[in-house]
């Protein structure tokens, strides 16, 4: 891992905020000139500092149900859970998967279009799974904050 300098950590945040922004755009915030931020961003795209760019799509595309699911895992063996959760990863309607300290071992995050979907997903990813003692879900009502942007510190 490598130490991020302000200017890095600037353009970082940045491009947080908007990820199609040039290095033209990004020299007016950032004093450095458009090659240098080329350089920079192109560095933190080869060595996975940047993982992608993606869009963020509004809630008013179409009708999605949301649903908080939190997980307990029958056991821990290291070999089915990892089994588990690479399943998880690989159904498009998991949106987050959280390991957790303390009573749960996941949150999963969910997005479907509807109740049947999401009955669907239940039966199928975690209902029928010998890893999943139990899971509990919480439906979300409303969203009011969404973002994907880590608080990156510009000290």
Not at 91 to 119: K, T, Y
Request: aromatic share 8%.
């Amino acid at each position: 891992m490598r130490e991020w300098d302000g200017y890095d950590r600037r353009l970082l945040a940045l491009l947080q905020e908007n990820a199609l922004a040039t290095a033209e755009d990004l020299a007016r915030d950032v004093a450095l000139s458009p090659s240098a931020i080329a350089r920079r961003v192109r560095r933190m795209r080869e060595d996975g500092t940047i993982l992608a760019d993606r869009a963020v799509v509004s809630g008013e595309v179409g009708p999605f149900l949301s649903a908080m699911v939190d997980v307990q895992l029958d056991r821990h063996a290291l070999q089915p859970v990892e089994e588990f959760l690479r399943r998880l990863e690989r159904r498009p309607e998991v949106q987050v998967i959280f390991e957790l300290a303390g009573p749960l071992d996941l949150m999963v995050l969910v997005v479907v279009d509807d109740m049947d979907a999401f009955n669907a997903f239940a039966d199928a990813a975690l209902g029928d799974d010998p890893a999943v003692r139990r899971y509990e879900t919480r439906f979300v009502k409303r969203r009011r904050k969404f973002t994907t942007a880590w608080p990156i510190p510009l000290d």
